[in-house]
């Protein structure tokens, strides 16, 4: 979101936990695990997991599941901004890279979900901004097979030494569906599991330290009006979970959380 990530404040470290999502029930556990990392933000080592279920597994996901189509996932701190690992069925996808130097971080990320640079069959970059794509270079050498996407609208922005994919509505990527939420840049894209109903919203909307919600960032969004649209377009998802590029996840009913911020704007 922040093309200059050293005007940010920094964010403490971060708790490790694992999310189970029981969608028969609605129910929501969090297993709270002492503080893991006690380096700065802009040291990109620490990274928070969370499992999602699917209406297909009738259980939570959880270590060990045999359903094999549940939506894992990982939060990586690449600097000023998160990045995420996806994971289903022992495929993964990369969800942005963070600052440059954020690939070792990313690479754990992987191997806390059990699987490797060779199962990531797509890195998906929100929008063009340095502090989400820094670590594209390392990470497209990385995931070799990978394939490389990013919004229509940000593709000329993005230099890769391979082709970077154009991607928008309509568009799937390991069962992910990709919305388009301009405004905060030209081609910003978001990522959604219509099962688990998981949003990464990259820097559409910004998450708060009390796990709330928070509109676009005024500083950084030169098209307010449009953010705004996209922000309403995503609270009509409905997520169960927000995951946010600056921001910890909003866990704790953040459909509504979104429905009530987008009012405001009304």
């Keep these: 979101m922040d093309p200059r990530p050293t005007a940010r404040p920094p ?22 695990g002492g503080c893991t990392s006690s380096e700065p933000q802009d040291t990109p080592t620490s990274t928070e997991a969370r499992a999602a279920d699917t209406p297909a597994s009738p259980g939570p996901a959880a270590s060990g599941s045999t359903s094999g189509d549940e939506l894992r996932w990982e939060r990586v701190l690449g600097g000023a901004a998160s990045a995420y690992v996806l994971v289903r069925a022992g495929q993964a996808t990369v969800v942005d890279t963070g600052q440059a130097g954020t690939a070792s971080a990313l690479e754990d990320g992987l191997a806390a979900l059990g699987v490797g640079w060779a199962d990531v069959s797509d890195v998906v970059l929100t929008h063009r901004h340095p502090d989400h794509v820094g670590s594209l270079g390392e990470v497209a050498d990385a995931a070799s097979d990978a394939t490389l996407s990013a919004g229509r609208g940000d593709l000329e922005a993005i230099t890769a030494d391979r082709r970077v994919v154009g991607i928008g509505d309509g568009d799937t990527v390991m069962g992910l569906q990709i919305v388009e939420t301009p405004g905060h840049t030209p081609g910003h894209v978001s990522v959604f599991d219509p099962g688990s109903r998981v949003l990464v919203a990259g820097d559409a909307v910004n998450g708060t330290e009390d796990g709330g919600v928070a509109g676009p960032n005024e500083a950084f969004t030169p098209d307010m009006d449009t953010a705004w649209a996209s922000a309403g377009t995503l609270a009509t998802l409905e997520p169960r979970v927000i995951l946010f590029g600056h921001g910890p996840p909003a866990v704790d009913d953040p459909a509504a959380l979104l429905r009530d911020l987008v009012a405001t704007q009304g």
């Design 11 to 32: 964010v403490n470290g971060l708790t490790r936990r694992v999310l189970l999502l029981d969608l028969g029930t609605a129910a929501v556990a969090l297993v709270l």
